[in-house]
């Protein structure tokens, strides 16, 4: 027999639960957590990953007596075995990243390299063409700083800084500045260039090329994984299935997010 959930006073029937959930919006996260579940399912971890992650997991939630092991099974309805899953299912997770995309990453890497790449730079913007011009002589011949010709005439958020921007991804600036820089020494000053309304100068002060480190690692393979899972949500539609004549029928089938 199916369990009925009691919240305070009010139960709440199997039966009603689909419905409870759809009209919550809860449905789709429901939805990714089954698919995750599902494509961790075969991923072991060894008797010492195992003690290692649930042990964090305590100290990090602060389960570290059997009481407070108890109260938090009792606030979460869930049993023992329950506890333990949630307690490993990141490590889980993480492993089914590895295990699918780990022989992928370099190439992949490869093909975002260009977009993880950052830079610092520095930048001055005004929409009179004439000062444009003046300032990048005066900057270029040592007559002037940038930073002080930005913090004076620069008329965007940078003459706070003097100009200076990043690190960032050299693909978060403007295209055109981005291939500018792109192609760019330290320290060189180019000529003003017309953007939109702005006449813009730009300077290269560090490239910083991406590296295929722990970190980057961590996220591409989080992105890959992202990726694969929303492409699995998209193939794998939700719908309430009437079991109960007792329901209309016309309740929607349907469940959209």
Known sequence: ?????????????????????????????????VIIDKAIAAIELTPEEKATTIEQFFQHHKLTTTEAITAAQQQLCITPQQLEAIA??????????????????????LQCKSQLDKVVYSLLRTDNSEIAQELFFRIQDGDATFADCAKEYSQGAEAQTGGLIGPVPISQAHPAIAQKLGTSKPGQVLPPMKLENWYVIVRLEKFIGAQLDDATRAMLLNHLFEQWLAEEIKNTPISLVNDNPAIPSSIPVLVTQ
Do not use: D
């Open 1 to 33: 027999m199916a369990s009925s959930i009691r919240i305070g006073n009010q139960t709440i029937q199997p039966a009603e639960l689909p419905h409870l959930l759809a009209g919550h919006k809860l449905l789709h996260i429901l939805q990714r957590e």
């Open 88 to 109: 490993t299912r990141e490590l889980r997770v993480e492993k089914f990243k590895i295990a699918t995309w780990e022989n992928k990453l370099e190439q992949y890497f």
